[in-house]
T-cell receptor, first 114, second 115 residues
Framework: KAGVTQTPRYLIKTRGQQVTLSCSPI?????VSWYQQTPGQGLQFLFE???????NKGNFPGRFSGRQFSNSRSEMNVSTLELGDSALYLC?????????????FGPGTRLTVL | AQSVTQPDIHITVSEGASLELRCNYS??????LFWYVQSPGQGLQLLLK??????LVQGIKGFEAEFKRSQSSFNLRKPSVHWSDAAEYFC?????????????FGKGTKLSVKP
């Protein structure tokens, strides 16, 4: 069974641009979460989606948004990029949204903002 | 507010030696606790988790962790480290809401293994 797929793996953008990252969960998984990983702040939760509905949202500005499609694939969008948005963005999927559902992480998308 | 502290940023151990990585958490109720490992260029892999019950939990790759409520700790241990264990280790607590999808992570401990 294929794992969580994230595209693209690497991305370079300039300040002010916007970017869309994609996550394809493991087949059959309906829950997708996004995290930002930076050397300074570590791993921070962005949002969680289950069956196309946002269940939880982290403490990030409105420039960060996401969505989930009917096939459980998810995208996150960052508008008006800032230098501080340079990070590894990780997506994780799980079968459901309950406490006993293990999350499986993708390899991440490395975003560099110049 | 919930938080996770991993006091050791970097640890170096010799191959074959025992390992203990420390994790302290702050959480109002019974926490859901996790340890993840991240190898360079890779995503996170779940090593083990604690929800309730036996406070000593076994995980993959020979790791175990012990939940101590009185000390608000969930330390990760391995009796004999292998060179392939070199990676970064993250402790996390579930932020509640009945979901594993919203985790609060510690800053991580980088493990180096000497031959």
């Amino acid at each position: 069974k294929a794992g969580v797929t994230q595209t693209p793996r690497y991305l370079i953008k300039t300040r002010g641009q916007q970017v869309t990252l994609s996550c394809s969960p493991i087949s059959g998984h309906r829950s997708v979460s996004w995290y930002q990983q930076t050397p300074g702040q570590g791993l921070q939760f962005l949002f969680e989606y289950f069956s196309e509905t946002q269940r939880n949202k982290g403490n990030f500005p409105g420039r960060f948004s996401g969505r989930q499609f009917s096939n459980s694939r998810s995208e996150m969008n960052v508008s008006t990029l800032e230098l501080g948005d340079s990070a590894l963005y990780l997506c994780a999927s799980s079968l459901g949204a309950g406490d006993d559902n293990e999350q499986f992480f993708g390899p991440g998308t490395r975003l560099t903002v110049l | 507010a919930q938080s996770v502290t991993q006091p050791d940023i970097h640890i170096t151990v010799s191959e074959g030696a025992s390992l203990e990585l420390r994790c302290n958490y702050s959480y109002g109720a019974t926490p859901y606790l996790f340890w993840y490992v991240q190898s360079p260029g890779q995503g996170l892999q779940l090593l083990l988790k604690y929800f309730s019950g036996d406070t000593l939990v076994q995980g993959i790759k020979g790791f175990e962790a012990e939940f101590k409520r009185s000390q608000s700790s969930f330390n990760l241990r391995k009796p004999s480290v292998h060179w392939s264990d070199a990676a970064e280790y993250f402790c996390a607590v579930g932020a509640g809401g009945g979901s594993q999808g919203n985790l609060i992570f510690g800053k991580g401990t980088k493990l180096s293994v000497k031959p």
